[in-house]
């Protein structure tokens, strides 16, 4: 993983985009890595309308206030989706050092806190060729001790923790109001209490 402050060259082996996954209703068992079902069970599922950017912030905020170290935070959706503006809100929560931007040239960026919290690392998997690229930065290392915001790693980044929120975006690209479904995943997310918190940020149980 990056040093604070330093950024890491991409990989180049593929610019393949992942198709987001846009459900939150199917209670089917779901497979997670390469051929490996999931013993996890989906705790809590919320799904949230973002009428602007401004709530797709605001969003970001109300998770990382929720987020501790140790945290996974997965980000699906297609482009322009939100994803990063959605981090940039859960940077502003967690108290780090911005600013945040989409790492567009960088595999990861390491942003220290301001508030005697956990580290946030940004990765983004845009151009990972697969899991191997992911297990070569490391991240499983730090993972314990920081939050960490994988974009565009549906498939990749599952391994890194059993404990994690996924969080898919979808954007109507004429309104570009955004539907946001926040599902927690793991022991971390299965006390009434965690479950309330999510339950919290508003929207409809999915």
Known sequence: VATPGT??????????????????????????????????????????????????????????????????????????????????????????????TSPTFVIARVHPSLVGGPVLVHVDAYRLGGALELDALDLDASVEDGVTVVEWGQGLAEDLSENRLEVVLDVDPATEVRTVTVTGLGGRWTSDDAAAALAALGGEPC
């Open 7 to 100: 950024l890491v060259r991409r990989a180049a082996s593929s610019s393949k985009r992942r198709s987001p996954r846009i459900s939150c209703r199917s209670s089917a068992p779901i497979v997670y890595g390469p051929g490996r079902p999931s013993a996890m069970r989906v705790v809590t599922a919320r799904q949230i309308v973002l009428p602007g950017v401004e709530d797709t912030q605001a969003l970001g905020r109300a998770l990382g206030a929720l987020l501790r170290a140790g945290d996974l935070v997965g980000l699906t959706g297609g482009l322009g989706a939100g994803k990063t503006t959605l981090t940039q809100g859960l940077g502003d929560g967690l108290g780090v050092r911005g600013p945040v």
